[in-house]
């Protein structure tokens, strides 16, 4: 079994910068694929990113590239998120979500999730 714990996100201004991490737990952590999905108010769970277990591979939504940047650390089995320039549309409830599905953007694909943390742009 796996463990995903999410750290607090936070209230921030349009055009400002977030960084969230997810503390992975659990002997396989390391060898699975991480994404960060997430969800505004009546819309569905949506893809944000996803990186590769080795690290060398990552894949975006065209939404946040450029602007977004997903990093392990398999050492410390933690995922980043690095947002940057943030809009007010990025306003949401982000989780973190661990498989074996590098590169597939389907919620059904990935079987581990965090509890979500809020992320607020104010405009």
């Known amino acids: 079994q796996v463990q995903l714990v999410e750290s607090a996100g936070g209230l921030v201004q349009s055009g400002g910068s977030l960084k969230l991490s997810c503390a992975a737990s659990?002997?396989?952590?390391?060898?699975?694929?991480m994404a960060w999905f997430r969800q505004s108010p009546g819309k569905e769970r949506e893809f944000v990113a996803s990186?590769?277990?080795?690290?060398?591979?990552?894949y975006y939504t065209d939404s946040v590239k450029g602007r977004f940047t997903i990093s392990r650390d398999n050492v410390k089995s933690t995922v980043y998120l690095q947002m940057n320039s943030l809009k007010p549309e990025d306003t949401a409830v982000y989780s973190c979500?661990?498989?074996?599905?590098?590169?597939?953007?389907?919620?059904?694909?990935?079987?581990?999730w965090g509890q979500g943390t809020q992320v607020t742009v104010s405009s």
């Open positions: 990186i590769h277990w080795s690290g060398t591979m990552t």
């Open positions: 659990g002997r396989r952590s390391s060898s699975l694929d």
């Open positions: 979500a661990a498989g074996y599905s590098y590169g597939d953007s389907d919620v059904r694909s990935w079987d581990y």
